[in-house]
């Protein structure tokens, strides 16, 4: 579980991104732990009992601890964190720069437009430095999201993308095995042929006409695709060993 703090000291407004975030993290299967402070002194309590969050969205000008003031303290106290810098004062840009902690610098005014895709590249990085790559799949009847690592192969059902994981479980998504590959966009991930796409790291054996998998499942596919498999097979693990 992700915490995530936010610092305004206009009331209203933190209160919108508390919820504005709260939906976005459900919209994509995201746990996390939010929390809105409308007085910077009261997170520098936070903070000095070293109980730090994983980001922190906050205003650059506040009463008592403005936001370039914390990441002052961030800096000086070598605190692992990142910053989103939300601001009607574009003139601390340029000095919000100097601060390895600051993720993204927006404009209050901006901050519909740009904070959704802040949020996404800040938890794909967090996902990546955890060593998972998560895959989400939104749609009006479900939202999931789950980790490429636990995908064993997908395969096609007529209009459907249908995706097996290592514990059993299958879900579905209304796409093209085509543009779910672009979507995965992973080293681990290969495509067999037009029927399925097989995850590297689920392959037991290679032989004859078969990909077997370590869930037992055997794919049968052409000579010419079991050729291209073996390549990317020895490729990848050669590249790890």
């Not at 990142?82 to 009607?88: E, F, G, M, N, S």
């Not at 006409?209 to 000579?223: A, F, Q, W």
Request: with cysteine; charged share 25%; net charge neutral.
């Amino acid at each position: 579980m992700y915490r995530i703090a936010i610092c305004d000291d206009d009331k209203g407004f933190a209160e919108e991104l508390h919820h504005y975030i709260k939906e976005f993290c459900c919209k994509h299967g995201i746990e996390a732990l939010l929390k809105a402070y409308t007085d910077s002194d009261e997170l520098m309590d936070v903070i000095d009992n070293k109980n730090f969050y994983d980001l922190y969205i906050l205003d650059v000008r506040m009463p008592a601890y403005s936001g370039m003031e914390l990441l002052e303290v961030f800096q000086k106290r070598a605190v692992t964190t990142d910053v989103i810098l939300l601001t009607a004062y574009m003139d601390y840009a340029v000095d919000a720069c100097r601060y390895q902690h600051v993720f993204r610098y927006i404009p209050k005014s901006l901050y519909k437009q740009r904070l959704e895709q802040a949020l996404k590249d800040f938890f794909i990085k967090m996902e990546q430095a955890q060593g998972h790559r998560p895959y989400v799949i939104h749609n009006h009847r479900i939202s999931v999201k789950f980790y490429q690592e636990d995908i064993v192969y997908i395969y096609k059902n007529r209009k459907y993308a249908v995706f097996v994981k290592k514990n059993g479980e299958e879900e579905r998504e209304r796409a093209t095995l085509a543009s779910v590959y672009e979507k995965l966009n992973s080293p681990d991930m290969i495509m067999l042929d037009r029927c399925y796409i097989v995850n590297l790291l689920h392959i037991s054996k290679i032989q004859s006409t078969e990909v077997i998998l370590g869930t037992g499942i055997s794919l049968h596919t052409s000579k010419g695709n079991i050729q291209k498999a073996k390549e990317a097979f020895c490729s990848y693990w050669g590249e790890l060993i």
